[in-house]
């Protein structure tokens, strides 16, 4: 930078708080704090976590990328995931990633897979980028969220609400539940739900989805069967329904990886899908339309979630979004012929309107 011209302190944060601040609360000169904040090896590691400790504890995100503020700002998006393995990571990066470059915006990805703090990983990667997106998930915590509220914006994708906090998500709880009415007026009555509630928002609301149906029938719904939602784990669970663990005439699982696998492995035991099991899945990924039998299963625009995390935050970043909100996009049901019905083109029924809800007032819209 050339002398003279003018630039933004970025010791400053938004809230008043300044690197003098944590550095009087941790008990450390500015240098340390400083050197602490940009990841020098050459600090011990007590001053480190006290610096840490007190930066957290003030809520404190050094505003790195303010220095491009007096020259022409390019912004960085960083995006966390619990990880990338399976077609619903690669198709949210995609989007976001495709839609972040026609914005102008570079994105800096991050994996939670493997970080011993997450908390703190994320709160570094906050100094590299202008906003953060996050996937809603067990991975991926409420607190590692929150932990920068006030100071860089954040977009938390198919996750649980917080005040505050933008987020985007698409429907299940309806689409689930209109997917468990269709095994059930095919005279299914063994109904079983394959994948973790506790795994995320998404898959919790998928399971309300299939106890609702079955409450709508005066039917009680069976526990779910707690899996991670991984073709290995599928593969695992055909072979427990070969040995007869479970006594079932349907499943509804939580993903299509769950359910491809789970099918291919019952087909190489002898049991006929959709003659002995139905199975159906979620999200609608592109082997779902090639397998035999054609996988019915619930339609989820990961990619244009992906495009819409980072549209919601470009527009957080830039000010151009005014109040905190929570976009749904809809979900289709597909019918194909895993059900029990006869080979169809699997076009999806109409699609529900989008929902958007400005939460200053902390309510859920209907």
Not at 5 to 10: C, E, G, I, K, L
Not at 96 to 111: I, N, P
Not at 254 to 269: C, F, Q, T, V
Request: aromatic share 4%; with cysteine.
């Amino acid at each position: 930078m050339t002398k003279g011209t003018s630039v933004v302190d970025a010791s400053r944060h938004p809230s008043g708080t300044t690197i003098y601040s944590v550095a009087e609360l941790a008990g450390v000169s500015i240098a340390s704090v400083s050197r602490v904040l940009q990841g020098s090896p050459a600090v011990s590691d007590r001053t480190r976590d006290r610096v840490l400790r007190a930066a957290e504890e003030l809520r404190y995100v050094p505003l790195s990328a303010a220095r491009s503020l007096a020259v022409r700002h390019h912004e960085a998006h960083g995006l966390v995931l619990p990880e990338l393995s399976g077609p619903y990571y690669s198709e949210l990066l995609m989007g976001f990633e495709s839609r972040a470059a026609d914005l102008g915006q570079s994105v800096v990805l991050m994996l939670a897979e493997g970080k011993r703090d997450l908390s703190r990983s994320v709160r570094k990667l906050a100094t590299r980028v202008d906003g953060i997106a996050m996937l809603g998930s067990a991975a991926i915590p409420a607190e590692t969220v929150t932990s920068l509220h006030g100071s860089k914006p954040v977009v938390l994708i198919a996750g649980e609400a917080l005040a505050d906090v933008d987020a985007v998500s698409a429907e299940n709880t309806t689409s689930a539940m209109a997917l468990t009415e269709h095994l059930l007026e095919h005279g299914r009555r063994k109904l079983l739900f394959v994948g973790d509630p506790d795994s995320g928002p998404d898959v919790r609301d998928r399971y309300a989805g299939f106890v609702a149906a079955h409450g709508r029938r005066r039917r009680r719904a069976a526990a779910p069967v707690r899996v991670e939602l991984r073709e290995s784990a599928g593969t695992a669970l055909g072979e427990r329904l070969l040995g007869g663990t479970y006594s079932v005439d349907a499943l509804v699982c939580a993903n299509d990886e769950l359910a491809l696998s789970i099918m291919k492995r019952l087909r190489e035991g002898g049991t006929r899908v959709p003659d002995d099991i139905a199975v159906v899945g979620w999200d609608d990924v592109m082997t779902a339309r090639y397998v035999e039998p054609g996988l019915t299963t619930v339609r989820q625009p990961v990619r244009e979630l992906g495009a819409m995390a980072a549209d919601c935050l470009h527009a957080r970043i830039t000010g151009a979004a005014a109040q905190h909100s929570t976009q749904v996009i809809p979900t289709q049901l597909v019918i194909r012929s895993s059900c029990g019905c006869p080979a169809a083109s699997g076009d999806p029924l109409p699609p529900r309107p989008r929902h958007t809800k400005n939460r200053t007032q902390g309510k859920r819209s209907p």
